[in-house]
């Protein structure tokens, strides 16, 4: 059986050990020198991070959070042993870990450590959809020859030159398709590298739960429960057609990832699908004034965004959490598609009226989805507001003041709120 070294990269045949270093980090598989689509996880990558700037913090739980009325946004192994989690409340973590550190993000740090292991990617293959800062599926399909050595062995040398040049580390998931490479790595964290091979796909996914699926969410997950779908296997005993009547596209997609069929190519800059921003409240509120202060600055932020990526948004999305943790999304599919601060807010606010309640909550969201270039934004007007293209045209102009003496020259009254 081929095996590979993670530690020296030697390459040898089958053993526990390796021959050349006697170490025991090794991989093993048939399919070990064939397969080629990968996905790359950085293990708690801003804790991470952050632990490797301060020494001080290596034996201790480090969460990375908004403080204690926000959420987790990452959480160390020392932390996770604790029970904490992703998108745990703050307050739980805290109970549950009450001696964490709890250090605010540094997005910009952790943006500037994600370029520089993007470029080591780049060293292996052109072929790199990532996924966020801290993860990406490669593609290393014909690079054998260009490398003098197969994906694998070159996937194991990227997560060694991570450690040894940046001081992180990263678990490593090779298949042959995105659906399984994306759940191999998660098998063995951290510092994982895990191979499900094409001929073991069946039986490896048989007993496992459904909830692997990555976009699987807690609605989707009850709706499967309640037709009795918790394994692959269950789902294999459906019928395609059935799936799609009962699931409609998601039964399609769950009836080919039953078997370990999945088409995706990984992409490379792939295209954004939505662009939101929200904030979680130091205290819940339902505070009218301070709702409608927070809803424009977020208007305003996802405006400048599509403005500086030249898109534009078909739906407007309102995202409100309750003091409850339950959350609740509006959408509001328009004529045409927009950019603009003022009609995003509009349509925002309208979706917020029409929910009849005040909270309090916790957070608040807004974005824009169904994207289109720039070119296709707000040409059509608005024939029940004729002052819609008055707006549009100051607000462009205030974005060429703002462009040329920053972004507090000019700021709207509600956004002092």
Same mark, same amino acid.
């Given at each position: 059986?081929?095996?590979?070294?993670?530690?020296?990269?030697?390459?040898?045949d *089958?053993?526990t050990?390796?021959?050349?270093?006697?170490?025991?980090?090794? @991989?093993r598989?048939?399919?070990?020198?064939?397969?080629?689509?990968?996905?790359?996880?950085?293990?708690?990558?801003?804790?991470?991070?952050?632990?490797?700037?301060n020494?001080?913090?290596?034996?201790?739980?480090?969460?990375? !959070?908004?403080?204690?009325r926000?959420?987790?946004?990452?959480?160390?192994?020392?932390?996770?042993?604790?029970? @904490?989690?992703?998108?745990?409340?703050?307050?739980?973590?805290?109970?549950l870990?009450?001696?964490?550190?709890v250090?605010?993000?540094?997005?910009?740090?952790?943006?500037? @450590?994600?370029?520089?292991?993007?470029?080591?990617?780049?060293?292996l293959?052109?072929a790199?959809?990532?996924?966020s800062?801290?993860?990406?599926?490669?593609?290393?399909t014909?690079?054998?020859?260009?490398?003098?050595?197969?994906?694998?062995?070159?996937?194991?040398?990227?997560?060694?030159?991570?450690? /040894?040049?940046?001081?992180?580390?990263?678990?490593? &998931?090779?298949?042959?398709?995105?659906?399984?490479?994306?759940?191999?790595?998660?098998?063995?964290?951290?510092? &994982?590298?895990?191979?499900? &091979?094409?001929?073991?796909?069946?039986a490896?996914?048989?007993?496992?739960?459904?909830?692997?699926?990555?976009?699987?969410?807690?609605?989707?997950?009850?709706?499967?429960?309640?037709?009795?779908?918790?394994?692959? $296997?269950?789902?294999?005993?459906?019928?395609?057609? *059935?799936?799609?009547?009962?699931? &409609? !596209?998601?039964?399609?997609?769950?009836?080919?990832?039953?078997?370990?069929? *999945?088409?995706?190519?990984?992409?490379?800059?792939?295209?954004?699908?939505?662009?939101?921003?929200?904030?979680?409240?130091?205290?819940?509120?339902?505070?009218?004034?301070?709702?409608?202060?927070?809803l424009w600055?977020?208007?305003?932020?996802?405006?400048?965004?599509a403005?500086? #990526?030249? +898109?534009?948004?078909?739906?407007?999305?309102?995202k409100?959490?309750?003091?409850?943790?339950?959350?609740?999304?509006?959408?509001?599919?328009?004529?045409?598609?927009?950019?603009?601060?003022?009609?995003?807010?509009? $349509?925002?606010?309208?979706?917020?009226?029409?929910?009849? $309640?005040?909270g309090?909550?916790?957070?608040?969201g807004?974005?824009?989805?169904?994207? @289109?270039?720039?070119d296709?934004?707000?040409? +059509?007007?608005?024939?029940?507001?004729?002052?819609?293209?008055?707006?549009?045209?100051?607000e462009?102009?205030? /974005?060429?003041i703002?462009?040329?003496? !920053?972004?507090?020259?000019?700021? #709207?009254?509600?956004? +002092?709120?």
């Open positions: 059986m081929p095996a590979l070294c993670r530690d020296c990269l030697t390459e040898f *089958d053993g050990r390796c021959p050349s270093c006697g170490r025991p980090r090794i @991989v598989h048939d399919e070990l020198w064939s397969l080629s689509i990968a996905h790359m996880d950085c293990d708690a990558f801003y804790a991470s991070v952050e632990k490797r700037n020494p001080e913090l290596a034996d201790k739980p480090v969460i990375i !959070g908004g403080g204690r926000g959420v987790v946004s990452t959480a160390c192994y020392v932390a996770r042993i604790r029970g @904490v989690r992703s998108a745990m409340p703050m307050f739980k973590a805290l109970q870990c009450p001696d964490a550190v250090l605010k993000p540094r997005m910009q740090l952790y943006a500037e @450590v994600s370029r520089q292991i993007r470029g080591f990617m780049e060293d293959t052109p790199i959809e990532p996924l800062l801290d993860e990406a599926f490669l593609d290393l014909g690079t054998a020859r260009l490398h003098g050595a197969p994906p694998a062995v070159m996937l194991a040398r990227l997560v060694k030159r991570m450690r /040894d040049e940046l001081g992180l580390t990263g678990s490593i &998931g090779l298949s042959h398709n995105k659906f399984l490479a994306k759940i191999a790595s998660d098998l063995d964290k951290p510092h &994982g590298f895990s191979v499900i &091979g094409e001929a073991e796909t069946q490896f996914l048989r007993p496992k739960p459904v909830r692997m699926i990555w976009g699987v969410g807690q609605a989707t997950q009850e709706a499967l429960d309640r037709s009795g779908i918790r394994t692959f $296997e269950d789902l294999l005993r459906w019928d395609h057609q *059935d799936l799609i009547a009962r699931f &409609g !596209g998601m039964g399609d997609r769950l009836w080919h990832l039953a078997r370990g069929e *999945d088409k995706r190519r990984v992409t490379r800059d792939a295209p954004v699908k939505s662009i939101s921003n929200e904030t979680t409240f130091h205290e819940d509120t339902g505070d009218p004034d301070v709702l409608d202060g927070h600055r977020m208007s305003e932020k996802v405006a400048d965004r403005k500086a #990526k030249g +898109l534009a948004g078909r739906v407007v999305v309102l409100l959490r309750r003091a409850d943790f339950q959350i609740i999304t509006r959408r509001h599919a328009l004529r045409d598609a927009t950019q603009t601060a003022d009609r995003i807010y509009r $349509e925002a606010r309208h979706l917020f009226d029409q929910l009849g $309640e005040r309090p909550y916790r957070l608040l807004a974005g824009i989805s169904d994207l @289109v270039p720039a296709q934004a707000d040409r +059509l007007g608005d024939l029940l507001d004729p002052d819609a293209g008055k707006r549009a045209a100051a462009r102009a205030t /974005d060429a703002r462009a040329r003496f !920053g972004d507090g020259i000019i700021v #709207k009254g509600r956004a +002092l709120r």
